[in-house]
């Protein structure tokens, strides 16, 4: 039977391949030359029984073949006899990406996520002039930003740039792009597509996105779609979850903003009904509580959720508190309802006080007024951690879609 010693000396040396222990416990063998620098496995203990498979090295090694008896040997001469569990669900690096597009948080299942979270973990680890640095050089993204963005272009500019592409990009496209002079938007599609391998839209219109890839045949990034969805925030989001609280099954958080206009609460929500014992607070002033679509949703899968006028009381309950801003663009000409819903919630010093120590405070950003400066500070304000997340989850997203697993 493999000892952890046997699986971290054979793991050193070249690529094995997956042994699942559950749906969410897996040990991954790494390559030579390895993954971004990883050259251990994440240890688990002995597994039960010879039912392996062999993975293929991101950068084109291809997989070692195992023998009849579960000993696999390596052409670097370190022999290591592994023993697995059942085989569930795996993502064989090589394989395809299930997804031809991002379009809405619900094309994830938990499974996905986690392999993707595996994904920009490593993407982490990746430096200028490394093997990983090159990874989609010759690509071009191109980025169609009807909307204004910083974090969200920028990030995904960088993405490409760190792993060797590049970018076309216009920042304001609904006012300098063809739009401007009538132009369709399934007709810059195919214009746009011509030039580039990926497309990056953020659009003023719900269901933007959607139109963009029935139009498309390359892959369709939706960056925000009007009060509709913003499915890469809320992954980064999940992300930022797990790594600040170390779980994400029987967490508590509280939304609090705007949750009628909020694309990323409303994808946020999506992505956290796949976890489990999962409850969530809404707070937010009456003019911009949160739709019935989600509410429905959340209760179709069995997730716990309250509204609440009381931040002060929510906020000691919760693992997170993800403040957003109330989003004046999404009001038109009621500048009434505006000002009424405006500066109702803020996350200060006091709320800060009756929150528990482990539990953090996120925002997709920008900010307004709805969390003081002061916060910022304390180290449970995470919100710019979580904004840099977003450059690894997009790197991640960006090579899974080009590249495949």
């Known amino acids: 039977m493999a000892t952890p010693s046997s699986l971290n000396m054979c793991a050193s040396n070249a690529v094995i391949g997956a042994c699942n222990v559950s749906k969410t416990q897996k040990v991954f063998m790494s390559c030579s030359p390895d993954l971004f620098g990883k050259k251990l496995v994440n240890s688990m203990p002995i597994c039960s029984s010879a039912d ?4 293929r090295c991101s950068f084109g090694v291809k997989p070692v073949k195992w023998e009849s008896n579960g000993e696999v040997s390596t052409k670097f001469g370190a022999p290591c006899r592994v023993v697995g569990v059942k085989s569930t669900n795996l ?19 938990r499974d ?7 994904v920009a973990r490593e993407m982490e680890k990746v430096e200028k002039n490394s093997p990983g640095s090159q990874v989609l050089k010759g690509y071009l993204m191109a980025t169609l930003f009807y909307e204004p963005s910083t974090r969200t272009r920028l990030s995904f500019e960088s993405a490409m740039k760190r792993l060797g592409g590049e970018v076309l990009t216009t920042e304001n ?5 063809s739009a401007a002079k009538g132009e369709t938007l399934e007709d810059t599609i195919r214009t746009v597509e011509g030039y580039s391998d990926i497309i990056v839209m953020r659009h003023f219109e719900s269901g933007a996105a959607r139109r963009a890839a029935a139009t498309a045949e ?27 609280i170390g779980k994400l099954d029987g967490i508590s958080v509280a939304l609090v903003g705007d949750l009628a206009n909020g694309r990323t609460v409303r994808s946020l929500a999506y992505l956290l009904a796949k976890y489990n014992d ?3 607070y809404f707070v937010a002033p009456e003019v911009v509580r ?3 679509d989600i509410k429905e949703y959340l209760t179709s899968k069995n997730i716990q959720w309250e509204e609440s006028a009381d931040l002060m009381e929510v906020a000691s309950k919760c693992d997170v508190v993800y403040q957003t801003r109330i989003q004046r663009e999404r009001f038109g000409e009621r500048v009434d309802l505006y000002e009424e819903a405006k500066g109702k919630y803020i996350v ?9 120590k482990h539990a953090v405070v996120m925002h997709p950003l920008p900010r307004l007024d709805e969390i003081t400066v002061d916060v910022d500070e304390d180290p449970r304000a995470a919100y710019f951690r979580q904004a840099k997340n977003g450059l690894y989850i997009r790197m991640a997203l960006l090579k899974l879609l080009l590249l495949g697993w």
């Open 218 to 244: 390359i892959p369709i990034i939706n960056a925000g779609d009007g009060p509709g969805q913003h499915p890469t925030q809320a992954l980064l989001d999940v992300y930022t979850i797990e790594r600040e």
């Open 278 to 280: 999962v409850k969530i």
């Open 290 to 292: 949160m739709k019935d």
């Open 348 to 356: 200060n010093r006091n709320v800060l006080n009756v929150m528990q």
């Open 91 to 109: 993502f064989s690096v090589g394989q395809k990406f299930q997804l031809n597009d991002v379009l809405e948080a619900q094309q994830f299942d």
């Open 112 to 118: 996905t996520l986690n392999a993707i979270f595996e």
């Open 52 to 55: 392996f498979t062999p993975l």
């Open 173 to 177: 496209a609904r006012e300098f792009s």
